[in-house]
Structure formats: C-alpha cells, structure tokens
C-alpha cells in the first residue's frame, strides 16, 4: 500500500526525521490559509498523488506570495496529473501539500528497502539525489552506495558513517543528524512494516541542516491489517478502480489494456496463459486470478469486473480444477454469461476433477460458449474470435 507525501512527511515526524513545516489543503483557499500560518518568504505547493516525478511534471510549484500558492492550488487542485510514473490518464490531485520553500545546497537520494537475496534490510544512498535514481542506477553505478543492516544486529553507528562517506558528510555535526534520520527511517520501517522507504531528495540546506524534502512509503500488504492507523491513511482514489474491486472479493486482478479478458484460477497458470495470448498474437486485458478455493459469486464477480470497461473483446477461461471441481466453475460461467447477456465469444478450457460434467453443461446449455482441449488451442481461439469481433 502507498501514502501520500504529506501523510509520509506526519510519520517522518513522529519517528524525529526533520521534514520542512506544512499543511495540507483541499481547496485553494485552504492553501492560502496554510501559508499565512507558515514562517518563510516562500513556500512550496505540491500536488498529492501515489506517483513520483512530479515536479516535472508541473506538480511542485515555488511560490512567493499566498495568493499566488492559492493560484497554484487552484491549477493543481481537481485535475489529473500526469508524470512518467502514471499511466496516461494520471492520478487525481484532490490534495495539495503546502510547505516552507528550503534553501537548497545539495541534494542526496537515501532508501531503505528489504534485499531477498541478503535476507538484510538495506539502505541505498547517493550524492547524486534529486533526479531520476534509476537513471544513476544506469548510467553512474558507481555514484550509489548499498549498506546492508542485519535485522539481528540492527542499525549501527558503523552503517551511518559508510552512509555520510558516500554523500560527502565531512562535519560531525551532518554525521550526527544523518545519524538520527537513519535511526528514524530504521525504526519506522520496523515499527510499520514497511516495504520500501525513499526520501528523495533528502537535503542539505543552506545552513548546514539534513532534511526530507520529500517522503516516499510502501507498506507490505499483508501487515497493513495490524496497523489501523496506517489502514486508515488508505486513499482509494489513487488505486485503479478495479483493481481496489477486486481486492474487496478476494481476487487479484491487474489491469493491462489488450483486449482479451482472462480468468485463469493460480498466478503461474494466469502467467502462462497471458503468454500464450501473446504468442498467438494477442493482448491479454488483465491478469486475474481467482484464487485456488473459488466459487460460482466469484467466478461472476470475475466476469464483471474483466467486462467492466468494454475493451474486451473476447474472454478465455483457463482453469484447473484441482481444489475446486470444474462443474461449480461451468455454473459459475453460465450464471454470469446469463445474466449479462454476455454478447462477445467465450473460450472456456477447463481440466481437472469433473472436467466432463463441466464442459457438458457448458456445451448443452445453448449459450455458443466455445470450449478448448488445452491452452494452446484456446488462446489460438479467443485470439482469432477478438479479431473477428
Ligand atoms: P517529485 O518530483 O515528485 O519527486 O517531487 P519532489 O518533492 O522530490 O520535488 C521535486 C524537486 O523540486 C526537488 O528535487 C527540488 O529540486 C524541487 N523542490 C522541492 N521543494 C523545494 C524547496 O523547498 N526549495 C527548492 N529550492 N526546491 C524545491
Ligand atoms: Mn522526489
């Protein structure tokens, strides 16, 4: 799950990580509140979404008076905002951060992140901060550090030091405020279960102080539950729709934008059958799957959500019936395909547990539904069927 950066800069806060003074606003009188109640001769207006590289985007703006931070609220406020982390529709901005404008001196990239491979938490570092860390990633390599910290030790004064080497941290004074941002960002990262924690840029002001000018957090799903005050930090509206809709029945489903809908029942099967709509030429629409123990709701659920948009064009059923039994899936299918009054073909491979029951009621319910031995055929037919539609 992801937070916005005016939610972020609050934790930051709370676990001593300095953040520049603010408020949020809703509406741009509320931004030119914000600022009269903010110290400063300039203050910054952000645009709030679950998406990065705003500021070339248009969506960071400096301004020098509150009408003109309440201009610039105005212009951000209600609109998409498009950046090369969104998709082409972009993310609603339905809040703006407003915050003091820093003295900029340098600017540093500073991450905690889980490494699988290390079975460590790691904390990735660069002198290079500001721009685009996957393009120093790419092209300077050498510019960012990886510090790994044993979850078992926990963060050490040896860790902070490689760190401030890297950014070029020569004053005791830097090395023990980057101290305390590490420890914080440490600490944060354990006490929410977090995934991934970026502040980007993390800066150095013109008189010598570490601050978060920007805050990024990731929570791994699966623990947000056992914090409400980070479920409740939550903004639907920054998530595809139908994505946040299927999470509410259990399924999981991800958005593609080709035209063949599937619903295939385990991820690696969903996999492979997505690249099989590909080698035979077509686009999947979606990854779905509808989990191992599904039902006849499920199954109808699924049908709505991959007909939701009207893209589809044809639908390829590809399930194995190994816990659930391929004749409550055939249900399933008729039920949905009756009641939508499902105009577009229906390619249906099924095996498993009762798999001639299932393509029986398929086939005898008069409904045209088009049935598969195996993958390979089916994805041939669904593909061949989307073109014709
Ligand atoms: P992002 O583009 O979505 O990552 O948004 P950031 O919060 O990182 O802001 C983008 C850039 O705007 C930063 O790298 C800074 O260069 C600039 N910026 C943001 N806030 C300030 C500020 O208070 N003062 C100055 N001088 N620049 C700022
Ligand atoms: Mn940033």
């Not at 502040?199 to 799903?221: M, Q, S, Y």
Request: hydrophobic fraction near 45%; aromatic fraction near 4%; proline fraction near 4%.
């Amino acid at each position: 799950m992801n937070i916005h950066e005016y939610q972020a800069k609050q934790l930051f806060s709370n676990f001593s990580i300095p953040v520049p003074q603010g408020g949020v606003a809703t509406t741009p009188e509320q931004a030119e509140h914000v600022v009269q109640n903010l110290p400063g001769a300039a203050w910054v207006v952000k645009a709030q979404i679950h998406a990065g590289a705003r500021g070339k985007a248009g969506g960071v703006k400096v301004a020098r008076t509150p009408q003109e931070a309440s201009a610039y609220a105005q212009d951000m406020l209600g609109k998409q905002l498009v950046t090369h982390q969104t998709d082409a529709a972009g993310l609603p901005v339905n809040s703006v951060w407003v915050e003091e404008a820093s003295a900029i001196k340098s600017e540093f990239y500073l991450s905690l992140l889980v490494d699988r491979d290390s079975e460590q938490l790691i904390f990735i570092a660069s002198a290079a901060g500001g721009m685009d860390i996957e393009a120093v990633a790419a092209e300077t390599p050498e510019k960012i550090v990886h510090v790994k910290v044993h979850p078992a030790a926990g963060l050490q004064p040896y860790h902070c030091r490689q760190v401030a080497a890297a950014l070029g941290l020569s004053q005791k004074e830097q090395q023990s405020q980057l101290q305390t941002i590490m420890s914080g960002v440490y600490n944060l990262f354990l006490a929410k279960d977090c995934s991934q924690i970026e502040i980007n840029p993390l800066i150095e002001t013109a008189d010598g102080k570490l601050v978060a000018l920007d805050a990024k957090i990731n929570f791994d799903d699966n623990a947000v539950p056992l914090h409400p005050e980070i479920a409740a930090m939550r903004d639907a509206s920054q998530e595809d729709a139908k994505e946040a809709e299927a999470k509410q029945f259990d399924l999981n489903y991800i958005t593609l934008g080709g035209n063949i809908g599937c619903m295939v029942n385990g991820a690696g099967l969903a996999m492979a059958t997505m690249d099989m709509v590909k080698l035979k030429g077509g686009a999947p629409a979606n990854f779905l799957d509808v989990g191992g123990g599904t039902n006849k709701e499920k199954v109808k659920e699924a049908f709505k959500l991959i007909l939701s948009d009207g893209t589809v064009k044809a639908v390829l059923v590809n399930i194995f019936g190994g816990i659930v039994k391929c004749d409550v899936i055939a249900a399933g299918i008729l039920a949905a395909v009756q009641e939508m009054h499902l105009s577009i073909p229906v390619v249906v491979r099924l095996e498993g547990t009762n798999v001639e029951l299932g393509l029986s009621m398929l086939s005898d319910s008069g409904l045209g539904l088009h049935t598969a031995e195996d993958l390979n055929s089916a994805a041939e037919q669904a593909v061949k069927l989307a073109e014709a539609v």
